[in-house]
């Protein structure tokens, strides 16, 4: 959770960059220094806790955290284009670590036999390569909220999600979730951001992001409702863990 912590620390530092953009007075760096100030006071405080509550950590107030942390430097004017990046940010997060490839690992398939360290590497850089990419394109959208986005722009937000998607779903495959499952999401996500890709030049950034924010919250809903979150609900039937060294 913490590289995505990151990330939205990195976005709201960069937004308080525009300060500096023209010929900065005294009086501008000071009100930089202060604000950074405040920035990393609360990011090094939320990044402490975490790393000492470990699995205590209170999910709710790290979300609470992050929105919180990138208000503070984000305006009234980019409020819906940053609350759509947050809404990203904690989805992908909640996709990697709740539903994703590391979940993946644990699965009945994979739970036989030990992943090649290569594959799991591989996979690794594919994630974080596609996130950061990602997180460049949302850090670039934010300072063209206004206008119309770059194609530039529009491919390392959508390149980025296509990536991301793409990766999880072959890690998918290989570790036993099968098919089906990549057919749900991550195909259809990693098909529909590359077609975003294409459109981006014609879209003003809320619109970009926004739709990038709807791939992203549709197989978290699809995931929460599988794995039986929505009351009585109880969605098909999911890969199990099955503890190493227990009888098939």
Known sequence: ????????????IGQLTHLLHRGPSLGDVGLYV???LAFWMVWACITLYGNIARDQTRVALMLAAMLGLGGQAWTAAVLGLA???FVILAGLWALTLLFGFVPRLMTEAAAGADEPWQRIMLTHCGITGGLATLAAGLG???????????????????GGAACYFAVIGLSGVRSGAGWRWTLVWPLPGAVLAVLLGFFAPHLT???LVGA??????WPLLWETWAAGKW??????????RVPRGSAA
Do not use: I, K, Q
């Open 1 to 12: 959770m913490e590289l995505f912590f990151d990330l939205v620390a990195v976005a709201g």
């Open 34 to 36: 202060v604000l950074y």
């Open 83 to 85: 609350f759509a990046a």
């Open 140 to 158: 670039l959208a934010l300072d063209h909220a206004h206008g119309h986005l770059s194609t530039g722009v529009g491919w390392a937000l959508c």
């Open 205 to 207: 950034a809320l619109p």
């Open 212 to 217: 990038v924010a709807v791939l992203v919250v």
């Open 231 to 240: 009351g009585n609900s109880s969605g098909p039937d999911r890969p199990r």
